[in-house]
């Protein structure tokens, strides 16, 4: 079983990614089902699946595609390379617009330089690529620990604490 | 001037260390070249042609004299003793070597310099009106604006990693001086029924599709700087194309969509944040923009009284002095004050560049003549924006030992140019020479003075870093067949008058192109209407074929004739 980030720690991983449905009915298990896959078969998996996350391609508009996703216990999503941001804004309207609560894991291109700005933009769980070193991966979600500007973590904005310091 | 508090320090001193982790790890070979690539670009460091290329952030233009005394000892100590400010307004160091960076950032982070997000897929360093604060056409301040920006957009987590660069460009005055529309967003601080706010542009680039930004709302309240900034990269983030380098500026998502689709898009984001929790945390409250603008507070002007002088003796005893006077000094709002230029276009050196030792005189002439502070233009000159008319014969006599006090600012001589194929990897041709060839041409400083206000500017390259695209006369250096052409485009303008230019015919040969220059020149001469007629008037009024006819000389057109 792999390993992934979640929260502060590194555990085994106890999701597995489906892309395809296999030829056999799977064991039962946590899935990972790309969107496609989660609209076509979502009765079926549903009742043979643990538990069913959804994987979104980081061209689709969550927004429209939420109600499909609200109720997930898991949302991945995608870099096919760590310097598209796309799946970044993905997240932060996930957490701060839609409101979503569950597990939000990073897939592809997860190198340690990128878990700083997963973190803040409120990614809980990452796959890192298989060449990096899970340490330093988590220790790197806190590399930089002052922020000027609000995103999907627990920093207020530079200019509200200033208020804050003028006021008291 | 903005002075940073504990937070700002800390960031910067956790960002220098960041880089310095990198560093270390990719020197060490545990950090993939491909992966080091993209985090180098955000700390400035670009790959050229024989070493890497530093830029260093200069927010909005603005300097100070300990920056400036800093810059001196960075360039001696990491560099070939000189730096070079950029039509961004920012200074590129040529010869950095990579395993000093580090410290060469710890260096500026002490004097609050940066070079984040100077280069890479990310929100550049914002430029402004070098005239903010003193220009007498100035409806409102831009800086405070341009510094909550700063902040808001400087290691934004959901910003870092955008399709392509994006630009923004202030302005808060009648005549724009920033070259705004050429910035992928260019905001304008205005007043509406006493209200402050924003009209802002969106789309603008130069490069291979030169394009001036258009305008998305005529006006955004003042408490919606970030939101609509917001909106604005978040649709870019979201729509920006990937697949092709070439198209993946916003210019392009708007040219693809229409402006219709592409307004829509981003005033429904815009919508969307502005009712949500997010628009809350997002909104600027006056408060916020009072403590900002208390950053940016008039100096202590004395009394034109104290500071006023008649000048016209010293003048009329000292031609090269009254020529300084006429070219290089401009009205300044405060009685008793003036603008004062400093030429980076002195013969026999490339636009731009600064040496260690004007460095350091700059230090000490803004100390003793202006209040401490610089700015940089962004036609790559200087200004010491609050001197005293008493002490403006004084301060000439210093600019003018140090090589800074060349009568040339809006004329010929000052031309705009990248640092072209003798440094950069992206370019097809030389620049700085070419400069010198037009220099020599026009050396007599009476030919300028009859030719009287002319843009010219040139690129090395089609990414147009020199902005030839908005030169009156542009030059663009091309490669054919392994030599070095240059294409002259007519017309183009930064201004509130934003225009791009229009390519003229076939490209010159490197030993055409001064003579070309000189023969638009003459037609201009002879074809404007009176002495008051400048170049880029007489341009829009008389057209493109007589200078085409200037251009080429005898030749029928053209396109048969290039090789």
Not at chain 2, 304 to 330: C, H, I, M, Y
Request: proline content about 5%.
């Amino acid at each position: 079983m792999s390993r992934v980030i979640r929260g502060r720690a590194i555990v085994e991983d106890d999701w597995t990614l489906a892309v395809e449905a296999p030829a056999r009915s799977a064991a039962a298990g946590k899935l990972i089902v790309p969107l496609a896959r989660w609209r076509a078969e979502r009765a079926a998996l549903l009742a043979s699946a643990a538990a069913v996350g959804v994987l979104l391609p980081n061209t689709e508009d969550v927004e429209a595609v939420y109600p499909l996703l609200a109720d997930r216990p898991l949302i991945a999503l995608q870099f096919p390379t760590f310097a598209d941001g796309r799946a970044l804004t993905q997240a932060v309207l996930l957490r701060n617009r839609l409101g979503y609560t569950g597990e939000l894991r990073a897939l592809g291109d997860v190198v340690r330089d990128l878990a700083f700005w997963l973190a803040r933009c409120g990614f809980d769980a990452l796959v890192p690529r298989p060449d990096q070193d899970l340490q330093a991966c988590r220790q790197a979600l806190d590399e930089i620990l002052v922020a000027y500007q609000p995103a999907a973590d627990a920093h207020d904005p530079v200019w509200v604490r200033r208020r804050a310091r003028a006021a008291g | 001037m903005y002075r940073y508090d504990a937070t700002d320090r800390e960031l910067l001193r956790q960002r220098t260390e960041q880089f310095r982790d990198q560093t270390r790890r990719y020197l060490a070979g545990q950090l993939p070249e491909d992966d080091f690539r993209q985090l180098r670009l955000r700390n400035g460091l670009y790959q050229q042609r024989h070493a890497p290329m530093l830029r260093i952030s200069v927010p909005y233009g603005l300097l100070e004299s300990a920056q400036l005394r800093r810059m001196a000892r960075i360039v001696r100590t990491y560099d070939r003793g000189y730096g070079h400010f950029t039509t961004r307004q920012n200074i590129q160091l040529n010869w950095p070597r990579l395993e000093q960076v580090p410290d060469l950032l710890a260096e500026l982070a002490e004097v609050q310099l940066h070079s984040i997000q100077a280069c890479g897929n990310d929100t550049r360093n914002i430029t402004s009106d070098y005239l903010a604060g003193v220009a007498d056409d100035e409806i409102v301040d831009p800086r405070p604006y341009c510094e909550l920006l700063r902040q808001f957009v400087t290691l934004h987590p959901e910003f870092y990693w955008l399709p392509r660069k994006f630009k923004f460009g202030f302005t808060g005055a009648t005549v724009d001086r920033a070259a705004t529309r050429t910035n992928d967003a260019a905001v304008h601080v205005l007043r509406r029924d006493g209200a402050v706010g924003y009209r802002c542009f969106v789309g603008g680039g130069l490069g291979r599709l030169p394009l001036l930004g258009q305008e998305m709302n005529a006006f955004v309240p003042e408490p919606d700087l970030l939101m609509y900034a917001c909106a604005i990269l978040r649709t870019f983030n979201r729509f920006g194309r990937r697949d092709n380098i070439h198209k993946a500026r916003i210019k392009i998502v708007l040219r693809e969509w229409g402006i219709e689709r592409f307004r829509a898009a981003i005033e429904e984001e815009y919508a969307k944040i502005r009712s949500s929790a997010e628009g809350e945390r997002l909104r600027l409250l006056p408060e916020d923009i009072e403590r900002m603008r208390g950053h940016f507070s008039a100096p202590p002007y004395r009394p034109a009284s104290e500071v006023a002088a008649d000048v016209t003796g010293q003048a009329a005893r000292d031609p090269r002095f009254a020529a300084w006077l006429k070219r290089n000094v401009r009205a300044h709002r405060m009685p008793g004050y003036r603008v004062v230029f400093v030429s980076l276009k002195a013969p026999q050196r490339a636009p731009g560049d600064c040496t260690a030792a004007q460095f350091e005189a700059l230090a000490e002439l803004c100390d003793t003549y202006s209040f401490g502070e610089l700015r940089s233009t962004y036609d790559q000159n200087l200004v010491l924006a609050d001197v005293a008319e008493r002490t403006l014969y004084a301060l000439w006599g210093r600019l003018d030992a140090a090589q800074l006090a060349t009568p040339n600012i809006g004329l010929t001589t000052d031309i705009t140019a990248c640092p072209g194929l003798d440094f950069c990897g992206l370019a097809n041709a030389g620049t700085i020479g070419v400069t010198q060839d037009i220099y020599r041409r026009f050396d007599s400083l009476d030919a300028q003075y009859e030719i009287g206000p002319i843009r010219i500017t040139m690129s090395g390259c089609v990414n147009g870093c020199g902005h030839h695209s908005v030169g009156h006369i542009g030059i663009l250096g091309v490669a054919k067949h392994g030599e070095e052409w240059y294409q002259v485009t007519l017309g183009g303008s930064p201004g509130h008058d934003a225009a791009i230019g229009e390519r003229v015919g076939r490209a010159l040969a490197r030993n055409e192109i001064a003579d070309g220059v000189e023969r638009l020149m003459r037609a201009y001469l002879t074809l404007r209407s009176d002495d008051d007629e400048t170049f880029i008037e007489c341009y829009r009024r008389a057209g493109i074929a007589p200078f085409k006819s200037a251009l080429y000389g005898s030749e029928s057109d053209s396109e048969t004739v290039a090789a």
